[in-house]
């Protein structure tokens, strides 16, 4: 919870000490701009992927870069990247990716191989992981969102009675829910019974980019219109509202222990926001 990293549309990759606001280090030779970045669980690593599907995986204490991967190369959609997003598993061996050429693949992080390939049935626009590893979840904005087993790669649900437009997918931190954004409304769906538990509504406009608290109480929200939110998913108040960017939420996570948060934005700020305070 002590730095954060932000992926640029110049294909700059930064790595930034979260308290202090200054830069830690620099990667500039990205091939394209950048479409998706993560931070392991552990902090021992952190990655990117750049508009053609190149993912980069580096070392977190030396910023040695430790893979190289070609990912998601296959029949790509013209004028969209290859990889929508990448996240790593909680337990730190594996990354996620979810890539327009209607695949989720899994890779190693002691090799760099890839350890599996989800087919998807359509074109998928996120993807997350579940805390124990064992779930995916994926959201497509022509499709349902589905849950699929992580080592088998069978398919174990969709959500909804034929919904459509998840352009976000998130597990809550103890996996028992997950978070999906379909356009404005956010809509909570128990993993084991498939169920809705709940639905926010308040954004104006599609919300995009998720972010749990570690307790799983709250839930941060960016939207396309630069506005974030922090919902009280238990109690289901109003939720704060912040005018945080002039242009698009493109990410948002809290630190681990919930007393900050950050935002990126299309208007190329990345934001450090004081949680207790807001």
Request: net charge neutral; no cysteine.
């Amino acid at each position: 919870g002590k730095q954060i990293i932000s992926g640029s549309a110049d294909g700059v990759v930064k790595l930034w000490d979260f308290s202090t606001r200054q830069e830690i280090r620099t990667h500039t030779d990205q091939e394209g701009p950048i479409s998706s970045i993560a931070f392991s669980k552990d902090g021992r690593h952190y990655a990117a992927v750049s508009f053609r599907g190149h993912i980069r995986i580096w070392d977190q204490n030396t910023g040695n870069e430790i893979h190289r991967i070609s990912a998601h190369s296959e029949n790509p959609i013209a004028g969209q990247p290859l990889v929508n997003r990448i996240v790593f598993s909680s337990d730190g061996t594996r990354l996620v990716s979810e890539g327009n050429d209607f695949t989720i693949r899994i890779w190693d992080l002691i090799t760099g191989k890839e350890r599996l390939r989800v087919r998807e049935n359509g074109w998928g626009n996120t993807v997350d992981i579940s805390p124990d590893g064992k779930y995916l979840a994926t959201g497509s904005a022509l499709g349902p969102a589905r849950l699929w087993d992580a080592t088998s790669g069978r398919e174990i649900r969709s959500f909804g009675k034929g919904d459509f437009g998840y352009l976000s997918v998130r597990f809550s931190p103890d996996g028992k829910s997950l978070a999906m954004g379909q356009s404005a409304i956010i809509r909570i769906w128990d993993v084991e019974s498939g169920q809705e538990i709940r639905s926010l509504k308040g954004h104006a406009v599609s919300a995009w980019v998720f972010g749990f608290s570690s307790d799983g109480k709250k839930l941060l929200t960016g939207s396309v219109d630069g506005v974030v939110k922090i919902w009280n998913v238990q109690a289901d108040p109003e939720p704060m509202v912040l005018k945080a960017h002039a242009d698009a939420v493109t990410n948002i996570a809290f630190s681990p222990d919930g007393r900050k948060f950050a935002s990126a934005g299309y208007d190329s700020t990345v934001i450090v926001w004081e949680a207790a305070t807001r």
